[in-house]
């Protein structure tokens, strides 16, 4: 017989005790567990975390869990030897990254906690946070239920809304395979040909699916820039008083090769009378730009303000985690979906404190109709375009950086919701003793949306088109006379060098770089790396001094160009890494399988390491120094570092010697110690701020184990 009032009142305390289970909230700085926990009630505070009623807001540092050391699979991995490559492990291992290792047993006792039913994933939403958070939880044990918190802000609006339309953690499942496979991938391409490259030629060389094809359009820009030889041409000017045209021929060219015929035409219609034969008006319009995109904020930030690509987005993420002023800073589209048009005239009033707001004012004065260019579900797909939030601004409290930084974003988003830029293109044609010279103008009727920003891409005038002027005055058939002649050389130039703003450019459309056909169309789109990855893979480049930068260009160094001629081909080519790129992609999306790409990524490992086994190349770099390393003995190489200061460093893989600018012009020794040489490699190395984990920490691991330290 069942005591019903004892079965009762267990009962009662089972439903009390529910009641009081808590969620762990998973954020992955610091900076943005306490806005949650603020939002979320989590007042009392503990070392690494807050803890509230219902919710329990913890973080990580980043990334707490990385990929094994290679002798966690084998301890022969510990030296470094062709014999033992590839190394290709059928299950990848992790391990915690020892100097947070603290913050990640802190996480790991709330797992354990027997008032904790549930697991909410509130790092960063993209590929990259995703894989945070699995990781930590993988290495922690958590085996509970999980969701995801997706949200586009770091607003109090945006965070309460995400957790009132909290998402199913499955959901992301796909999310986070492409993630451990770019891990994983880097992993096991970036340590084999590292190693390898390393190992054969007895130099310190790193090589990446990223970075390596990164490198290689540099380079390749360079050989052409070399091989380019310039030749002269000649063009010739006919001044009609009011305005000044172009000569062109029949066929519509405007570049005399001989100079003796270019002089002849100058001659011949100097002082002639002319005719107007042909004046053409044509009513045009141009569309707003795209709103902003990471990379396409990157490259116009570079080009207007002089930032680097990694100081765009460091820039960027304190806008969106301290200020709160813009949504998503790693986002890759340029459209917004339908449900975020209700929110635009709220963004519109949270940017009047700007220098915009009498635009401002304007647009909030007539109705908010974004088109289609503008709002496109289908193609936003993580996150939508850079935008401000509802958070209103004040600039006072911006630095200068993120001040300049923020109203190129507004001015964005003030232009896309402005109206078109129309205006009347004239073509006139004017003739003189059968010479035909070309004027343009144009006559601008609705400035639009060209009032507010004057967009970098705007066509430049190039040197054989006719400069624009004031043409609308004149009519076919009017009778002109040439005052006066003007014949200029010009010379054909070599492609420019690559700034940050045209090299990430090139990243993204890599498939341009591709001769065969159908190998282009097929992946047209595709790009080497992603918006959150390209300027970590810059800043890679540089300070592995493959190459430099001078101003705002970027130059290949001597040892830039020497890796390169012993790298396999297969690995400089964009199209390699384009197609990797487009598979991970695909896995995010559910349409291929992590495995199928593992198992490629390995046959790839494979080929590349053969290659490099089987080269016949030597390594003999060409820029070294007459200074001996004082370590090893061996000649060191100068370069200059990502601030452009000057270095000497040893190329020797069993050394590590550098020795930097001193306080004077001349350059001052470092201790000659060969330990204290590792330590600043290692210093340096680990103190690279870019948030996503890098693949390449494994060969200044293993150089500081050669010294009998444990990592």
């Given at each position: 017989m069942i005591d019903t009032d004892r079965h009762f009142d267990k009962t009662q305390l089972l439903a009390q005790d529910l009641r009081k289970m808590k969620s762990i909230v998973l954020a992955e700085k610091p900076s943005v567990g306490r806005e949650l926990a603020q939002v979320l009630g989590c007042?009392?505070?503990?070392?690494?975390?807050?803890?509230?009623?219902?919710?329990?807001?913890?973080?990580?540092?980043?990334?707490?869990?990385?990929?094994?050391?290679?002798?966690?699979?084998?301890?022969?991995?510990?030296?470094?030897?062709?014999?033992?490559?590839?190394?290709?492990?059928?299950?990848?291992?992790?391990?915690?990254?020892?100097?947070?290792?603290?913050?990640?047993?802190?996480?790991?006792?709330?797992?354990?906690?027997?008032?904790?039913?549930?697991?909410?994933?509130?790092?960063?939403?993209?590929?990259?946070?995703?894989?945070?958070?699995?990781?930590?939880?993988?290495?922690?044990?958590?085996?509970?239920?999980?969701?995801?918190?997706?949200?586009?802000?770091?607003?109090?609006?945006?965070?309460?809304?995400?957790?009132?339309?909290?998402?199913?953690?499955?959901?992301?499942?796909?999310?986070?395979?492409?993630?451990?496979?770019?891990?994983?991938?880097?992993?096991?391409?970036g340590l084999n040909i590292s190693r390898a490259l390393s190992c054969k030629f007895d130099a310190r060389l790193s090589a990446g699916r990223v970075q390596t094809p990164t490198l290689a359009l540099i380079v390749a820009r360079e050989k052409e820039i070399n091989n380019f030889k310039p030749e002269s041409y000649w063009q010739v000017y006919a001044d009609f008083g009011s305005y000044t045209g172009l000569w062109r021929s029949s066929g519509g060219v405007t570049r005399i090769k001989e100079e003796k015929r270019a002089r002849e035409i100058a001659a011949k219609v100097q002082g002639k009378e002319g005719r107007i034969i042909k004046l053409e008006a044509k009513d045009k319009t141009e569309p707003p730009p795209l709103a902003y995109d990471l990379t396409a904020l990157q490259r116009e930030a570079n080009s207007r303000l002089g930032f680097s690509a990694q100081k765009t987005l460091s820039t960027l993420q304190g806008l969106y985690e301290r200020h709160k002023l813009v949504t998503y800073p790693r986002t890759d589209s340029r459209y917004i979906s339908k449900d975020i048009v209700p929110t635009l005239k709220d963004r519109l009033q949270a940017v009047l404190s700007s220098r915009y707001r009498s635009t401002v004012q304007q647009l909030l004065a007539g109705e908010i109709k974004p088109g289609s260019r503008f709002v496109n579900d289908a193609k936003v797909s993580d996150h939508h375009a850079l935008l401000p939030t509802e958070q209103r601004a004040d600039p006072q409290r911006l630095g200068p950086d993120e001040r300049a930084l923020w109203e190129m974003i507004v001015a964005r988003f003030l232009a896309v919701l402005s109206p078109d830029y129309r205006y009347k293109s004239i073509t006139l044609i004017t003739e003189a003793e059968g010479e035909q010279f070309l004027?343009?103008?144009?006559?601008?009727?609705?400035?639009?949306?060209?009032?507010?920003?004057?967009?970098?891409?705007?066509?430049?005038?190039?040197?054989?088109?006719?400069?624009?002027?004031?043409?609308?005055?004149?009519?076919?058939?009017?009778?002109?006379?040439?005052?006066?002649?003007?014949?200029?050389?010009?010379?054909?130039?070599?492609?420019?060098?690559?700034?940050?703003?045209?090299?990430?450019?090139?990243?993204?459309?890599?498939?341009?770089?591709?001769?065969?056909?159908?190998?282009?169309?097929?992946?047209?789109?595709?790009?080497?790396?992603?918006?959150?990855?390209?300027?970590?893979?810059?800043?890679?480049?540089?300070?592995?001094?493959?190459?430099?930068?001078?101003?705002?260009?970027?130059?290949?160094?001597p040892r830039g160009l020497e890796l390169l001629d012993l790298v396999p081909g297969d690995l400089r080519s964009p199209e390699l890494t384009a197609r990797w790129e487009q598979r991970l992609s695909r896995i995010a999306k559910g349409e291929e399988k992590a495995g199928d790409f593992n198992r490629d990524i390995r046959r790839n490992a494979t080929e590349l390491v053969e290659m490099v086994k089987a080269s016949t190349a030597s390594y003999q770099p060409r820029s070294l120094s007459n200074e001996p390393c004082p370590v090893c003995g061996k000649m060191m190489m100068p370069v200059s570092d990502k601030k452009g200061r000057k270095m000497l460093v040893c190329q020797s893989l069993s050394c590590g010697y550098e020795q930097t600018e001193g306080q004077g012009d001349s350059l001052s020794r470092r201790p000659s110690r060969k330990q204290k040489a590792m330590d600043r490699r290692l210093i340096r190395e680990y103190s690279d701020k870019s948030k996503e984990t890098t693949t390449f920490a494994d060969l200044i691991k293993a150089a500081q184990e050669r010294q009998g330290k444990k990592p």
């Open positions: 007042r009392k505070k503990a070392k690494g975390y807050s803890e509230g009623d219902a919710y329990i807001v913890t973080w990580a540092m980043g990334h707490l869990v990385e990929l094994a050391d290679p002798q966690a699979y084998d301890e022969r991995y510990r030296t470094w030897s062709l014999h033992y490559l590839p190394m290709l492990p059928e299950r990848m291992k992790h391990r915690v990254i020892p100097q947070t290792s603290g913050q990640f047993r802190t996480i790991q006792s709330l797992f354990r906690r027997r008032d904790v039913n549930n697991l909410i994933i509130a790092t960063d939403a993209g590929r990259e946070g995703e894989l945070v958070a699995r990781w930590i939880m993988r290495l922690g044990g958590w085996k509970g239920p999980y969701q995801r918190l997706w949200i586009s802000s770091q607003t109090e609006s945006a965070i309460r809304e995400g957790f009132r339309t909290i998402k199913a953690g499955k959901d992301y499942d796909n999310l986070f395979r492409a993630a451990e496979c770019r891990s994983e991938a880097d992993w096991i391409i004027s343009r103008g144009i006559q601008v009727i609705d400035a639009g949306w060209k009032a507010i920003e004057e967009s970098v891409s705007d066509r430049q005038e190039e040197e054989d088109e006719a400069p624009e002027q004031e043409l609308s005055t004149h009519r076919q058939g009017e009778t002109v006379r040439v005052v006066g002649t003007e014949v200029k050389q010009g010379f054909t130039k070599p492609p420019p060098r690559y700034t940050e703003a045209t090299l990430l450019d090139a990243m993204e459309h890599a498939g341009r770089f591709i001769e065969d056909k159908e190998l282009k169309a097929s992946i047209a789109q595709g790009g080497i790396g992603t918006p959150a990855t390209r300027a970590e893979i810059i800043e890679k480049l540089l300070s592995h001094y493959y190459i430099e930068r001078r101003g705002r260009t970027l130059f290949p160094t």
